[in-house]
């Protein structure tokens, strides 16, 4: 067990950029977190998968963003035509969830800086 | 709307001292309440996970507390040290048991 692990982990790009984030999760977690955190703020919730199924997206989630889990392994974050308003740190989590105690495990982050 | 709020959100300490970090919230139906640590530019790690129907967790010198018809939990530190120093972040999961709430952190630094 490697825990969650995240692929960039920076990235800077230019305005109206595509860009895309892998996150590896714990292997049989069944449940991936996808959140958003800027400077001094706590993490914002993005979306959730329960397997490969996407059950969830924040209102923060607009159509620009877009996520997926294919085989319920790992899951990407894609952001199109970047703004610099999209500038944040993308945290990934996982968890095992059985309906009982559910602790998320965090990856280390995606910093991302839009120009 | 959930909201959660953590107070102070910065201390700093002299080695040695106990401390004692709070979270309220303003939506008691949750289905646990978890405090994270962050260190700087990194993820999050895990501290102690406490679930509605319990009233506190320990893990070595810490200690949380939830008391979630007032909507409010504490998490005491005993004895800082200067590698406690980090931001600690309160967590609520609604119920439901999908969305997790995030308090914007208490940041801590213990003085040598």
């Known amino acids: 067990d490697t825990g969650v692990s995240q692929d960039p982990r920076h990235k800077i790009t230019k305005r109206g950029q595509n860009v895309t984030f892998r996150c590896d999760p714990i292997?049989?977690?069944?449940?991936l977190y996808w959140y958003r955190q800027t400077l001094g703020q706590g993490p914002e919730f993005l979306t959730y998968?329960?397997?490969?199924?996407?059950?969830?997206k924040s209102r923060l989630l607009s159509d620009r963003f877009s996520a997926e889990r294919p085989k319920g392994s790992f899951s990407t974050l894609e952001i199109q035509r970047t703004e610099q308003g999209d500038s944040a740190m993308y945290l990934c989590?996982?968890?095992?969830?059985?309906?009982?105690?559910?602790?998320?495990?965090f990856g280390p982050g995606t910093r991302l800086l839009v120009l | 709307k959930q909201e959660v709020t953590q107070i102070p959100a910065a201390l700093s300490v002299p080695e040695g001292e106990n401390l004692v970090l709070n979270c309220s919230f303003t939506?008691?139906?949750?289905?646990?309440l978890q405090w994270f640590r962050q260190d700087p530019g990194k993820g999050l790690t895990s501290l102690l996970l406490?679930?509605?129907?319990?009233r506190e967790q320990t893990s070595g010198r810490l200690n949380a507390s939830l008391d979630k018809s007032s909507g409010r939990s504490t998490l005491y530190i005993a004895a800082s040290q200067p590698g406690d120093s980090a931001t600690y972040l309160c967590a609520v999961l609604m119920a439901g048991g999908f969305k997790t709430i995030f308090g914007a952190g208490t940041r801590l630094f213990v003085k040598a």
């Open positions: 292997s049989e977690h069944n449940r």
């Open positions: 998968f329960q397997n490969e199924a996407q059950l969830e």
């Open positions: 989590a996982s968890s095992f969830f059985t309906g009982g105690q559910e602790t998320q495990y």
């Open positions: 939506d008691s139906a949750i289905y646990n």
């Open positions: 406490i679930q509605s129907s319990q």
